[in-house]
């Protein structure tokens, strides 16, 4: 079992910069994939990124690429998104999700996830 706790959302101008911190319990973290989704009002989750055990491969949705960076921290049990750049559209609940093996963009294939955290970019 896996229970991931979100947290750094806020408000923030567009331009500006956030850190999502999730961090895990239990003491198998280092064996799971994890990944960000996000949801906004009216929309479907989507994929965000993602990042494997070791945090060797990432992975990330087009629509975030060079400006979101996901990394993790084993030892501390922690895995990050630092989101520059932000815009308007990015507005959303982020979630941070945990699987075992390897690393995908489907939300279906993670088993466990956290409460959310909101993120509100203003223009």
């Known amino acids: 079992q896996v229970q991931l706790v979100e947290s750094g959302g806020g408000l923030v101008q567009a331009g500006g910069s956030l850190r999502l911190s999730c961090a895990a319990s239990?003491?198998?973290?280092?064996?799971?994939?994890m990944g960000w989704f996000r949801q906004a009002p009216g929309k479907e989750r989507e994929f965000v990124a993602a990042i494997n055990w070791t945090g060797g491969n990432t992975y990330y949705a087009d629509v975030v690429k060079g400006r979101f960076t996901i990394s993790r921290d084993n030892a501390k049990n922690t895995v990050y998104l630092q989101m520059n750049s932000l815009k308007p559209e990015d507005t959303a609940v982020y979630y941070c999700?945990?699987?075992?093996?390897?690393?995908?963009?489907?939300?279906?294939?993670?088993?466990?996830w956290g409460q959310g955290t909101q993120v509100t970019v203003s223009s």
């Open positions: 239990g003491r198998t973290f280092s064996s799971y994939a």
């Open positions: 999700a945990a699987k075992r093996g390897i690393v995908v963009a489907q939300s279906g294939a993670y088993n466990y």
